[in-house]
């Protein structure tokens, strides 16, 4: 099979924005939930939709129904490739705690509902519809331009963009890509920024395992690994790692500082006197915004899984807990595991699980930046577009892999007032996306990418 594009139909399409909302809906109402994922009935309707107007998709798995998307429409070779991605799974949503079903795709109150509307089938709809319509258009562009729909983000990545990565190199290497996650309005104050991701932290997973005496459960001992376990989950539980500014902070908290000095000032003086951080809820009074801005400024570890022990009247000899560690850019694993040293001693045996680096990519000097800057500042004046990082990771840790400058931009218009709080709708209860922002948005990226393919 080849991803050539073909001659196009000549029947016309619908609008952009139209295009894209009947996508998208149609989308939201297939249950990608991961586990299991199955995301091949998305990945077979996207590719019908792409092969009505010519092109050859290809359909790739690394596991039976874990399908990912990748098709190509081809530019003259003037410039290298601009990858366009979106993942196509969804997390778990409880329909009691929502006020319309997770996957109806239904309309209402002026939004499109459901699990992964702004998570990101919204995306997968816009490039997708954007890929038709250069298709249809028959649009002669300097770049190739790449669109890969994945499986798999939600759970780690490995069937989807890192199978690709690993196994279809050549099919998604591209210079530039834009993906997850960004583009969305924030509202601080009275001023609204749209921020691009440009770094994310890498993640460390740790197996840390405490060896003891065992014995009978019937003769107590106070040095057990299970007691010294409790200690070391409350030690890790309650330790603040040392902070580490990095420059994707500090340009965020320029470009913030310019437009709204009063507000930031408590995380100016975080940023400035590292000895704050352990008062940082004090000092940010929304718990969410501090623990997300705590996490920007050191490694962290979170315990997660704990194991010790089979039988009720067996002290073990071998207790183990996971610890969920995140790097910063420009700190290693080696890094980490010398902080978790200093909190948990000694006696506490460390082992790296899996690993991958903090992810970064320079903003400065980026024509793809740039175009994303006046793209968006040109349609809402006053509105600024800022770099930031994020704590969590998305498939730019596989995708830049190629080689790619990777921003996470999926834009969408958030109207102020309107009662949405973007960060709020991420694995949320009612994630719904406003039909005029997705609107908005599959207008911007359409014009963000015919800039900087031309
Ligand atoms: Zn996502």
Wanted: proline residues 7%; glycine residues 8%; contains cysteine.
């Amino acid at each position: 099979m080849t991803t050539t594009t073909m001659p196009a139909p000549t029947a016309a399409l619908p609008a952009l924005a139209d295009d894209t909302i009947r996508l998208c809906q149609t989308l939201l109402r297939m249950d990608t939930t991961n586990p299991p994922g199955n995301e091949r009935i998305c990945a077979e309707y996207l590719a019908a939709e792409l092969s009505a107007v010519g092109y050859a998709p290809q359909l790739l798995e690394a596991q039976p129904g874990r399908t990912n998307l990748v098709v190509r429409h081809r530019g003259t070779g003037a410039k290298p490739p601009l990858l366009l991605t979106a993942h196509l799974d969804v997390v778990e949503a409880d329909p009691a705690k929502w006020r319309r079903p997770p996957f109806s795709g239904e309309e209402y109150e002026g939004c499109l509902w459901g699990r992964g509307a702004i998570d990101m089938k919204n995306m997968a709809a816009m490039c997708t519809a954007i890929m038709r319509r250069l298709a249809a258009s028959r649009t002669q562009l300097a770049r190739d331009v790449i669109f890969a729909a994945v499986a798999d983000e939600e759970a780690g990545c490995d069937l989807g963009s890192r199978f690709l990565v690993e196994q279809h190199r050549g099919l998604v290497e591209a210079e530039y890509a834009i993906g997850e996650s960004g583009g969305f309005s924030l509202h601080l104050g009275s001023s609204t920024f749209y921020p691009v991701q440009v770094a994310e932290k890498g993640f460390c997973w740790v197996r840390a395992r405490i060896v003891g005496e065992p014995g009978h459960g019937s003769m107590p001992r106070h040095d057990s690994a299970v007691t010294r376990l409790g200690d070391a989950l409350a030690a890790i539980g309650r330790a603040s790692l040392p902070v580490h500014t990095t420059k994707y902070i500090a340009s965020f908290l320029d470009a913030l500082r310019a437009k709204q000095p009063a507000l930031i000032q408590p995380l100016l003086r975080i940023a400035a006197r590292p000895q704050l951080l352990a008062r940082v809820a004090r000092l940010v009074p929304n718990a969410s915004i501090a623990r997300s801005f705590s996490a920007l400024l050191a490694n962290t570890a979170s315990a997660t899984v704990v194991r010790a022990g089979a039988k009720t009247n067996v002290i073990p000899g071998v207790a183990e807990f996971e610890i969920d560690g995140r790097t910063l850019p420009g700190q290693t694993d080696e890094d980490l595991l010398r902080e978790l040293r200093a909190v948990l001693g000694p006696d506490v045996e460390l082992e790296i699980i899996k690993s991958a680096p903090p992810t970064v990519t320079e903003p400065i000097g980026s024509p793809l930046f740039d175009t994303i800057v006046r793209q968006v500042e040109s349609r809402e004046p006053g509105a600024k577009v800022i770099p930031y990082m994020i704590p969590g990771f998305t498939d730019a840790k596989y995708f830049t892999q190629t080689g790619a400058r990777w921003y996470g931009f999926s834009p969408v218009k958030i109207e102020r007032g309107s009662g949405i709080r973007f960060a709020d709708m991420f694995h949320g209860h009612d994630e719904r996306i406003p039909i005029a922002g997705l609107a908005w948005g599959v207008d911007v990226l359409d014009a963000v990418v015919r800039e900087h393919c031309a």
